[in-house]
């Protein structure tokens, strides 16, 4: 039986709850009262036919990403469309890479449509999509397990930065991922292309045919995956340091693309205890000191990528 | 993409996205699994603890590995509830956790699981005076029938809904709608019904009723007459008349049984409406949101003038309604005609008491469900046995750490008032039928005798340490403790 979605009010009497199906949204705005009341009023009457405009459209977000492929009709589908195409020739990727950011970015832009706002965030299990206007700011914390939510970084961001969207991405969470990363977590100037980054990238810190990692084919466990059988990360065992600084290496490098290709604006990656970090390389933009009100000393140069045990 | 229809994989209806669940594992939302060929809720598994109920309500992890500070390993803080614990039905299996711990000495067992309850109901107590139904009227959700009217109780409406008769015995959307119905009362949410040829009412359990689009704030003490009888000696020799506005039943002292006994002399009042009984008049207005449910606004135009042949000057006389919420005092000038005064010292507390006496009006939910064969299975090789255990009190029986209530006679038939359980403790399954929490603690000792499965007990400790799926609550503190032994003393 279809479980209607549900509103409401977080016990803080702040935050607006929204679930339906596997979607979660955890919102919030600052603001005038009313124009906050406008804005989860309409972040609400938005929200509850999400879920079914994109199972409507399923089987499309669930095939890989091509150059041909069809363009979906719903707008939050053509979000999701729009942030994995960059990736189409460099690896496989479908739709559902971006799913969780795009629909927070739809809400939140409902939002800051119906009323003005200082500041809102919309978190979709951990891919937020974030408001704010100049002198405004957000201070977000950063966990790499979630079974063990202890935090190993966090940060501040304003609007001179250009991030509007933070997404995390690892084995270990809700989604597959092809990788062993505990979490990436991308910085980018919306939530979908966060996302669907934090995939890539999460999916690259890898140590192909290792034998302590199990990996079984994704339709093993989930029949209608859309990653068919390609093998996803069920367990990882001990690493050695030196294996784990090789496997971060390989996420390091496909975030600096990312970066040199400005599609992302900065990525922390997290494996067994080791963190790096990767910033984009202009000084002119703030973006190197995003990570660096986190407990890790970031190393200054061009790139800025550490590592330390946590 | 064979492997998809196997027969051990499941296909979720909860959401549109539909999703094939393997034997074991759980849907896209992590809500909805798969146990043994079953669709079931899977949310996170909740532990009760009573040293967080003073402090922080809620406590989403306790898997921090700063927090182990030890202390937990005794035990006696943390109870294992069976909400997420999910059930081994319909399997002759032992229940998913069955988990031993230290308490004040004595060695506590605590058998966790969920049941699974197609024969179960709940029944709503709604505090209101106001006419829902006819008794065994049909109970409507969606149009569907999902229980009926029952017995009204003082001051409140009584009605059952649910029942293995309408969950399975129905059409197949009888049996949903059912379903969802229990589901949402269950867990605290909003649910509007019909009664045929009555009222239209939305409730939500701990909350005040919504009948017929009108919210239900107080429950009267009493009806404008019986308001009369409990509060006459108060008035007596303070006030020369008194009237007790109500839709229902507008009582006046000095006609009314209670006045006559104590020899309160008679005022030349009169009423407009239909008397009833000396002193008690219908009808004295229209129904509305005003003085004790009418419409009036000024309670003078209730009255007509007083009898010359026995007013007299300077009569005290007190309009009150039925909750106290309304007011005034008048006396009559040299024409007999009422003039308002403000209310004397001496009967503000009258008034006061009668406010005091209107509870709020709430809408009450009970879970009620009998727990079957192969969920005491579960619990012992001797299913008969833990029914016999739990007769002699031996086997506490709580639902989600609330404690429940057991009918006696044969099986075991429990009621749990669900505001005492934690939040959105129940699911359901397609059968259709409700999902809901239940635990049996008690002696270790007492387990073997009674055939329990001993050798699946596990030490707290081990329970605590896996981390996955698990979230910490803080006891109510109005429950008792769950793992408190028993003693001859202790509350079923």
């Given at each position: ?310 | ?53 003073q402090g922080t309500p809620l406590v989403p992890f306790l898997e921090r590995e700063g927090d182990w500070d030890g202390k937990i390993m005794k ?418």
């Open positions: 039986m279809r479980e209607p979605a549900l509103i409401r009010m977080l016990p803080d009497g702040r935050r607006l709850h929204l679930h339906d199906g596997p979607i979660d949204l955890i919102i919030e705005a600052n603001g005038p009262k009313q124009n906050v009341a406008a804005a989860y009023e309409a972040a609400a009457r938005r929200f509850v036919s999400i879920l079914d405009q994109l199972c409507a459209e399923l089987p499309l977000l669930r095939s890989q990403a091509r150059k041909n492929s069809p363009l979906p009709g719903g707008p939050i589908a053509r979000r999701m469309f729009a942030a994995v195409a960059p990736y189409s020739d460099l690896c496989f990727i479908t739709p559902m890479a971006a799913v969780a950011g795009a629909v927070a970015e739809d809400v939140l832009e409902v939002m800051t449509c119906a009323a003005t706002l200082d500041r809102a965030y919309v978190n979709n299990g951990g891919d937020i999509a974030l408001h704010f206007v100049p002198q405004r700011s957000y201070r977000v914390g950063m966990i790499e397990r979630p079974d063990h939510p202890s935090l190993f970084g966090s940060l501040e961001l304003s609007a001179s930065d250009f991030v509007r969207g933070i997404a995390t991405s690892g084995w270990r969470g809700r989604s597959f991922s092809l990788g062993i990363a505990d979490a990436v977590t991308v910085l980018a100037e919306n939530a979908a292309a966060a996302d669907a980054a934090a995939t890539v990238i999460a999916n690259a810190v890898n140590l192909p045919d290792h034998p302590a990692i199990t990996r079984v084919p994704a339709r093993q466990i989930a029949p209608d995956s859309d990653l068919g059988d390609l093998l996803v990360t069920r367990d990882v065992g001990p690493l050695t340091p030196s294996e784990t600084r090789s496997a971060l290496a390989k996420g390091v490098e496909m975030a600096e693309l990312l970066i040199a290709k400005k599609l992302i604006n900065s990525a922390a990656l997290c494996l067994e205890g080791q963190t790096s970090v990767v910033v984009i390389p202009s000084p002119s933009r703030r973006a190197r000191d995003l990570f660096s009100s986190s407990k890790h000393n970031t190393i200054q140069g061009s790139l800025l990528c550490n590592s330390a045990n946590t | 993409m064979t492997d998809v229809f196997r027969p051990d994989t499941v296909r979720c209806d909860a959401c549109p996205v539909l999703c094939y669940i393997k034997r074991g594992h759980a849907g896209a939302c992590d809500r909805y699994a798969n146990i043994e060929g079953q669709l079931v809720r899977v949310d996170p598994h909740i532990l009760l603890d009573r040293a967080k109920s035990g006696q803080d943390t109870f294992v509830t069976a909400i997420g614990a999910g059930t081994t039905y319909p399997d002759y299996k032992p229940a998913p956790f069955i988990v031993s711990s230290e308490v004040e000495g004595v060695d506590m067992v605590t058998v966790v699981t969920e049941g699974i309850f197609s024969y179960c109901g709940v029944k709503l107590k709604i505090d209101t005076d106001r006419h829902l139904g006819a008794e065994r009227n049909l109970v409507r959700a969606q149009g569907e029938p999902v229980g009926h009217v029952t017995t009204a109780e003082y001051g409140s409406q009584m009605l059952s809904l649910g029942g293995v008769h309408h969950l399975t015995g129905g059409t197949k959307s009888e049996g949903r709608v059912t379903c969802e119905t229990l589901l949402d009362l269950c867990n605290g949410k909003d649910v509007e019904l019909a009664i045929d040829q009555g009222a239209s009412i939305r409730v939500a359990a701990g909350q005040p009723p919504v009948v017929n689009g009108q919210r239900e704030e107080r429950m009267r003490v009493g009806c404008g007459s019986a308001t009369i009888g409990m509060f006459a000696k108060q008035w007596f020799g303070k006030v020369d008349d008194v009237v007790v506005v109500d839709d229902h039943i507008t009582g006046v002292l000095s006609e009314h049984q209670a006045g006559k006994l104590l020899g309160v002399r008679e005022t030349g009042i009169a009423i407009h409406g239909r008397r009833s009984t000396p002193g008690r008049y219908f009808q004295v207005a229209e129904p509305g949101t005003g003085w004790g449910g009418t419409n009036i606004s000024d309670p003078l135009t209730i009255l007509k003038a007083f009898k010359p042949k026995f007013a007299w000057p300077h009569l005290r006389l007190l309009m009150v309604s039925t909750t106290g919420e309304q007011y005034a005092y008048y006396e009559l000038d040299e024409e007999l005609r009422p003039v308002e005064k403000e209310l004397p010292e001496g009967l503000k507390e009258s008034v006061a008491r009668i406010r005091e006496n209107c509870e709020p009006a709430l809408t009450t939910v009970l879970f009620m469900g009998g727990a079957g064969g192969s969920l005491r299975a579960g619990v012992t090789e001797n299913p008969v046995r833990l029914t016999e255990s739990v007769k002699r009190k031996l086997t506490r029986v709580t639902c989600g750490g609330a404690p429940a209530y057991i009918w006696p006679g044969g099986g075991i038939t429990f009621m749990v008032d669900v505001t005492r359980m934690p939040e959105n403790a129940f699911g359901y399954v397609p059968t259709p039928a409700l999902v809901a929490p239940i635990e049996f603690t008690l002696k270790k000792d007492d387990y073997a005798v009674l055939g329990g499965h001993v050798d699946y007990v596990r030490p707290l400790a081990a329970v605590l340490e896996e981390k996955e799926r698990r979230r910490q609550l803080a006891s109510l503190p109005q429950n008792p403790w769950p793992l408190k032994p028993y003693t001859a003393s202790s509350e079923s």
